[in-house]
C-alpha cells in the first residue's frame, strides 16, 4: 500500500527498510527502478501524466524531501517511516555492497563528474566496484545502454535530473541487464565534491532546499513550485481526497 501525495503513490518504508528491499531487488532476477520525487518534481507530475506514470510504475518510491513528508501529514496519512533523502538511501547500499564487492555504474552529470564521483565512491567504500561512468549528455541512448550492460552492474545510478532520468528508467527498465537503477539528481556532482550538500544543521532542520537556493540563487525559479505543491496538498485535504493507494 502506498501514501498518495497528489497522485504518486510513496512507499512508506524507513531508509534501513529501502535499503534492504534496494539489496533483495539487487539479488533477484527481476529489473527495477527506484525514484526519490521531492515537492518539485510530484508538482511537475501534476501537469505531466508520462512522468506521473513513470513514478508510480517505480518498484521503490522514495519521500526525498521534507515537504512531502509534511504533505502526507497535512493529508492526513503520514509517512511514518520519514524521508529518505536519495543522497543517503545511495550512501547505505554502496556501505551494503562494498561487503561483497558489489559493482555500481554511474551515469548523469557534466563530462567528467561521473568518472571523478567514481574515484571518490571507491576510495570512501573499498570493496565498491565502480564498473563504470559514463555523462549524462549522451545523444546514441542504445550505445549508452550497451556500454551499460557490457559493465554488468547490480546497481545503475542514473543521475540525470528530473524529469528526464525518470522517463529514461521507465523506457529503459527491460533493455537494462541491472536489476536495479536509481535516479538520484545532482547526486553526482555531490559525490564529486563539484558541489557542496548543505550542513547536517540544514538537513537535520529539513531545510536542504533552503541552503540549495542560498547557494545556487538560479534554483528559485524551479522552487516557486514548492508554495503551489503546499496549497494543493491544502486544497486536496479540504476536498478530502486524501488518501492511500
Ligand atoms: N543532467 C544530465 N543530463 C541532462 C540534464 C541534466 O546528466 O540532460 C544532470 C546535471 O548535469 C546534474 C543533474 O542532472 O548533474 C541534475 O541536477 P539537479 O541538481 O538539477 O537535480 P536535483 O538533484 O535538483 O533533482
Same mark, same amino acid.
Given at each position: 500500500?502506498?501514501?498518495?501525495?497528489?497522485?504518486?503513490?510513496?512507499?512508506?518504508?524507513?531508509?534501513?527498510?529501502?535499503?534492504?528491499?534496494?539489496?533483495?531487488?539487487?539479488?533477484?532476477?527481476?529489473?527495477?527502478?527506484?525514484?526519490?520525487?521531492?515537492?518539485?518534481?510530484?508538482? *511537475?507530475?501534476?501537469?505531466?501524466?508520462?512522468?506521473?506514470?513513470?513514478?508510480?510504475?517505480?518498484?521503490?518510491?522514495?519521500?526525498?524531501?521534507?515537504?512531502?513528508?509534511?504533505?502526507?501529514?497535512?493529508?492526513?496519512?503520514?509517512?511514518?517511516?520519514?524521508?529518505?533523502?536519495?543522497?543517503?538511501?545511495?550512501?547505505?547500499?554502496?556501505?551494503?555492497?562494498?561487503?561483497?564487492?558489489?559493482?555500481?555504474?554511474?551515469?548523469?552529470?557534466?563530462?567528467?563528474?561521473?568518472?571523478?564521483?567514481?574515484?571518490?565512491?571507491?576510495?570512501?567504500?573499498?570493496?565498491?566496484?565502480?564498473?563504470?561512468?559514463?555523462?549524462?549528455?549522451?545523444?546514441?541512448?542504445?550505445?549508452?545502454?550497451?556500454?551499460?550492460?557490457?559493465?554488468?552492474?547490480?546497481?545503475?545510478?542514473?543521475?540525470?535530473?528530473?524529469?528526464? *532520468?525518470?522517463?529514461?528508467?521507465?523506457?529503459?527498465?527491460?533493455?537494462?541487464?541491472?536489476?536495479?537503477?536509481?535516479?538520484?539528481?545532482?547526486?553526482?556532482?555531490?559525490?564529486?565534491?563539484?558541489?557542496?550538500?548543505?550542513?547536517?544543521?540544514? *538537513?537535520?532542520?529539513?531545510?536542504?532546499?533552503?541552503?540549495?537556493?542560498?547557494?545556487?540563487?538560479?534554483?528559485?525559479?524551479?522552487?516557486?513550485?514548492?508554495?503551489?505543491?503546499?496549497?494543493?496538498?491544502?486544497?486536496?485535504?479540504?476536498?478530502?481526497?486524501?488518501?492511500?493507494?
Amino acid at each position: 500500500m502506498r501514501i498518495d501525495v497528489l497522485g504518486v503513490g510513496f512507499d512508506d518504508i524507513s531508509i534501513e527498510q529501502a535499503t534492504l528491499r534496494a539489496l533483495e531487488i539487487m539479488g533477484g532476477e527481476e529489473r527495477a527502478y527506484a525514484v526519490t520525487p521531492n515537492p518539485e518534481i510530484v508538482w *511537475q507530475s501534476c501537469k505531466n501524466t508520462a512522468l506521473r506514470d513513470a513514478l508510480n510504475s517505480a518498484e521503490l518510491v522514495l519521500p526525498d524531501g521534507i515537504g512531502i513528508v509534511l504533505g502526507a501529514k497535512i493529508l492526513g496519512t503520514p509517512l511514518l517511516g520519514g524521508r529518505v533523502p536519495g543522497i543517503d538511501f545511495a550512501t547505505a547500499l554502496f556501505e551494503k555492497m562494498a561487503e561483497s564487492n558489489g559493482k555500481v555504474f554511474l551515469l548523469g552529470a557534466k563530462p567528467g563528474v561521473a568518472v571523478k564521483a567514481g574515484a571518490n565512491l571507491a576510495k570512501k567504500h573499498p570493496g565498491l566496484i565502480v564498473c563504470g561512468a559514463a555523462d549524462g549528455y549522451f545523444t546514441d541512448g542504445a550505445a549508452i545502454v550497451s556500454k551499460i550492460n557490457a559493465a554488468k552492474p547490480d546497481l545503475l545510478l542514473a543521475c540525470l535530473g528530473a524529469p528526464k *532520468q525518470e522517463l529514461w528508467m521507465a523506457e529503459n527498465r527491460d533493455n537494462l541487464g541491472a536489476p536495479l537503477c536509481a535516479g538520484l539528481g545532482g547526486s553526482l556532482d555531490i559525490f564529486a565534491e563539484n558541489v557542496k550538500r548543505a550542513p547536517v544543521f540544514f *538537513q537535520r532542520l529539513g531545510l536542504e532546499w533552503l541552503y540549495r537556493i542560498l547557494k545556487e540563487p538560479w534554483r528559485l525559479k524551479r522552487s516557486l513550485s514548492l508554495p503551489l505543491f503546499v496549497f494543493a496538498v491544502i486544497f486536496m485535504r479540504l476536498k478530502g481526497k486524501a488518501g492511500r493507494m
